[in-house]
């Protein structure tokens, strides 16, 4: 048996699977189908933080800069944001969780920091897949959504809107994370991710 076995195997699976389960946990919170952040918690940082970072190391050595850079950006997002949540509840100490030092607008503005990555990221994403792009899209109205409820614009409305996008998300991250691993294992389409725009 002399099957040629890649050193370094695509390791997007990994990262959107990763992706999908924390915003499919995220997105009940917005969308009011369940209550309280302790739980996701867990999700936030195992998931989406440790799942998209050991996927986005892995593509920095197969020279995947857009993959690398994606994984591990949102990877590091979902560990900024856990922490942000536990400095809330306190996990921290009570002078980190005292209301005098916590100002939501910083939140904001980390929200708006990563419209501008993801806005730019999509474009990038015009060469790879419709599905990704899909991905992306939304990913950037998340942010829009994120953004205008921290800084208490229409909060509950744009809040909701949050939770359907990260629910979207979740759903297309699931299928692509699908198609990569199917597709691989069995040589062939098995799912479909459409063509690059470019």
């Known amino acids: 048996m002399n099957e040629k076995v890649d050193k370094n195997p695509d390791p997007s699976a990994?990262?959107?699977?990763?992706?999908?389960?924390?915003?499919?946990?995220?997105?009940?919170?917005?969308l009011g189908i369940t209550e309280g952040l302790t739980l996701v918690l867990p999700w936030a940082i195992?998931?989406?933080?440790f799942a998209q970072l050991?996927?986005?190391?892995l593509d920095y050595k197969k020279n995947?800069?857009?993959?690398?850079t994606a994984f591990c950006a949102f990877g590091l997002f979902w560990l900024a944001v856990a922490f942000t949540w536990m400095s809330y509840m306190g996990a921290f100490g009570e002078v980190l969780a005292a209301g005098a030092n916590l100002d939501m607008r910083q939140f904001g503005f980390a929200f708006i920091g990563y419209f501008?990555?993801?806005f730019y990221m999509t474009i990038g994403s015009l060469k790879t897949n419709k599905v990704l792009f899909a991905i992306f899209f939304f990913i950037v109205l998340l942010f829009t959504f994120l953004s205008l409820q921290t800084f208490g614009i229409a909060a509950s409305t744009t809040?909701?809107?949050a939770g359907l996008s990260e629910l979207?998300?979740?759903?297309?991250?699931?299928?692509?994370?699908?198609?990569?691993?199917?597709?691989?294992?069995?040589?062939?389409?098995?799912?479909?991710?459409?063509?690059?725009?470019?």
């Open 159 to 161: 809040g909701f809107l």
């Open 168 to 198: 979207a998300i979740a759903i297309l991250s699931f299928y692509l994370s699908a198609a990569n691993v199917l597709n691989i294992h069995y040589g062939k389409q098995v799912l479909p991710v459409g063509k690059p725009f470019l």
């Open 14 to 30: 990994l990262g959107l699977f990763g992706l999908a389960m924390v915003t499919l946990v995220a997105s009940t919170q917005k």
């Open 116 to 118: 501008i990555f993801s």
């Open 54 to 57: 050991i996927a986005g190391i």
């Open 46 to 49: 195992f998931l989406g933080s």
């Open 64 to 68: 995947n800069v857009f993959g690398a």
